[in-house]
């Protein structure tokens, strides 16, 4: 297991070194210039000349790439050309937030949608199954701004239950914190929960054909351990897989969500770096994103190994 | 791994029956599907007793698993809505459509065991695990100590160790001995065996009946053995219930229905064994086909192959008795001379 996971670390290097040079490359191909809209008003050739050569932007391309990704390698993202503040720094001060926002989303998601798929496979063909494919569906379907707005309203504004907005650290004031973070979570949530539902539901009706679900039954158990112990373990794989899939895409962020909440996440800091053409901030965001992804692939696939104990032994 | 020699096994599973108490007795069991008038299995009735191992034979596709899978309430459930029925189980009676009370009998007081070891184990838990949670379900205790015992006597070597393996570890015939052993841990009165060796190598499926054969012995324990393969049924058999498309059109003792097959399909299906000694003939066999649900013909369902068939034949055929234990559902049992000489 242990070398296995040793292997598949090994083998997502030339991965991120791929990803690092997109990242670069992207950012060269976009048009507008860095130093125009530093500069601002005030654009006098000495000052722009100025500015390129502390960028290092006259620097050929690869090698101004060999210089970020020696950075990189000593965790020196480099500097926001809006703030001026390391890019490092940044990073740090809004992971925690998009972690806890990602890992709240995924245990409402997990909590709504698993149970669902369950429960409508096992009912398959009756009205419970019709109603949770209904709701899941919706759950798709509606826009999350649209649900967060809603949320907002009912919520916060006329049951005045919880802030509509802002964030307060976990280390600070872990109540508060999760109150702040309940509904963009549950938003987020949703939408998860839909798509985890559904792939219970095809994975558990696939397993709940097998013959061994026959045998289950033919030791008198009793439906529950049938379920659960004998068909979900069997199901549980492609779940898991799509769950850390989806936590993956949590970490790079939920832009609108984390726009309508006013949440310091990565998503609002991503769009603000765009928006201000800041190559470092938007570079350093995506390198760590990937990073994210790659890790949850390779979570993804130490689950299948450990629910398979075909592929654990070998 | 042979725990007995093979000549044992054939004396003990044909020894003589000293507990003639009745075990099992289904009637009337029929299944019926939505939109067809003819349902897909019609009135079978079987009876099991103590000791006794009772072969139900017939082309696939007669309805041999749905009646086993019946009679402790497993049908899918399309199939489950349809069916009626009665079974005696040790002086209680159960009706077929009753699946809380089959339930009951389910891993205590019947063991099944299926045609497809490699896919019948549940591959994410351990063989120890899966045999001890039966014995979990109806008794006291964790089962551990009792899925070794019965581990042993399947006789799959070093138990303790073997315990701790998972299904994809072990051939089929060794799968096919941990089912067996999950199957009989609760020391069930019935076992029913759904083709138990169709899966396996020929020399494994010698095995697998002799094991079943040893584990019956000296015990109280029914088998229900279904199959198509009459070499089985000749060694194996007390009795015998030969079906074709949902009936039994004939039952009996072992010797009867060798000796004296009496219905046109039981005759059919003698002569469809090959012969080692003698002069070599083209080999006999039935012909057409089963018919499906769509074209089951009223009466009796076997006319439409039959080479005696008559007018009469339309109405179906009641079942008679024609010596003691010996039942045929045909108008013209017993077969006259001249008749039985032709076919």
């Not at chain 1, 950012?27 to 722009?48: C, F, H, I, S």
């Not at chain 1, 480099?78 to 890019?87: C, D, F, K």
């Not at chain 1, 439906?223 to 799509?242: D, I, Q, Y």
């Not at chain 1, 993804?300 to 450990?306: I, S």
Request: a neutral charge; aromatic letters at 6%.
């Amino acid at each position: 297991m242990l070398s296995y996971i040793a292997r598949r670390l090994l083998v997502s290097i030339p991965t991120l070194i791929l990803v690092s040079i997109f990242v670069f490359a992207l950012q060269q191909l976009l048009p507008g210039d860095p130093v125009l809209a530093l500069a601002g008003e005030d654009r006098d050739p000495e000052t722009l000349d100025r500015l390129r050569e502390l960028y290092h932007l006259n620097d050929p391309i690869w090698m101004q790439y060999l210089r970020w990704i020696g950075g990189v390698l000593q965790g020196d993202f480099g500097q926001s050309i809006r703030t001026g503040l390391p890019v490092a720094d940044m990073i740090a001060s809004k992971l925690p937030v998009t972690i806890q926002l990602a890992v709240m989303s995924m245990i409402f998601a997990a909590l709504i949608g698993i149970p669902a798929g369950i429960i409508s496979a096992v009912k398959k063909g009756t009205i419970t199954d019709y109603v949770a494919n209904i709701v899941a569906l919706s759950g798709l379907s509606l826009p999350n701004f649209w649900l967060g707005i809603m949320l907002i309203l009912l919520v916060s504004v006329r049951w005045q239950l919880l802030p509509a907005s802002g964030y307060v650290p976990l280390t600070e004031d872990p109540l508060q914190s999760i109150r702040t973070m309940l509904m963009p979570a549950f938003v987020l949530g949703t939408a998860l929960a839909a798509s985890l539902m559904r792939h219970t539901r095809s994975s558990m009706l696939g397993v709940l054909r097998q013959d061994y679900i026959r045998t289950a039954r033919a030791k008198g158990l009793g439906e529950r351990t049938v379920v659960m112990h004998h068909a979900f373990r069997n199901a549980l794989t492609p779940v898991v897989t799509l769950a850390a899939l989806l936590f993956g895409e949590l970490i790079a962020g939920a832009v609108l969500t984390e726009q309508i909440f006013t949440i310091p996440g990565f998503g609002k800091m991503v769009v603000d770096a765009v928006f201000n053409r800041d190559y470092a901030v938007v570079q350093g965001v995506v390198l760590v994103t990937a990073m994210g992804f790659i890790l949850m692939n390779l979570v993804a696939d130490a689950a299948y190994v450990m629910l398979n104990p075909r592929l654990k032994a070998g | 791994m042979h725990s007995e020699p093979i000549l044992n096994w054939f004396t003990r599973w044909g020894r003589a029956v000293t507990r003639a108490d009745e075990l099992i007795s289904l009637t009337d069991l029929t299944i019926r599907v939505p939109g067809y008038e003819r349902p897909l299995v019609d009135g079978v009735g079987l009876s099991i007793r103590r000791g006794e191992t009772l072969c139900v034979v017939g082309e696939s596709g007669c309805g041999k698993s749905l009646t086993s899978l019946a009679l402790i309430g497993l049908l899918p459930p399309a199939l489950q809505r349809g069916v009626s029925g009665q079974l005696g189980f040790d002086g209680d009676r159960i009706a077929l459509d009753d699946q809380r009370g089959l339930s009951r009998l389910r891993g205590r007081n019947v063991g099944m065991i299926f045609q497809e070891p490699m896919s019948s184990l549940n591959p994410a838990h351990r063989i120890g695990e899966q045999i001890a949670e039966a014995w979990r379900r109806h008794n006291p205790g964790d089962g551990q100590a009792q899925a070794v015992e019965m581990l042993r006597r399947v006789g799959i070597p070093a138990p303790e160790r073997r315990m701790r393996d998972y299904p994809h570890q072990l051939s089929g015939g060794m799968r096919q001995r941990v089912m067996i052993a999950m199957a009989l841990v609760n020391s069930p009165d019935l076992l029913i065996a759904d083709e138990p060796t169709t899966a396996l190598d020929v020399t494994i499926q010698a095995q697998i009946l002799e094991l079943i054969g040893s584990l019956q012995a000296g015990g109280e324990m029914g088998v229900m053995l279904i199959t198509h393969d009459l070499g089985v049924v000749a060694e194996v058999a007390t009795n015998v219930a030969v079906m074709y498309a949902g009936r039994v059109v004939e039952s009996g003792p072992v010797e009867a229905i060798f000796g004296d097959p009496q219905h046109p399909y039981t005759i059919g299906l003698m002569s469809s064994v090959p012969a080692l000694r003698g002069p070599r003939t083209r080999l006999a066999s039935v012909p057409g086909i089963v018919p499906s649900i769509e074209t089951m013909p009223p009466g009796c369902r076997f006319a439409t192959r039959c080479p005696f068939a008559q007018p009469r034949c339309a109405d179906t055929p009641p079942s008679a008795e024609i010596a003691p234990g010996h039942s045929v559902a045909c108008h013209f049992a017993p077969l006259d001379e001249r008749l039985a000489g032709a076919a």
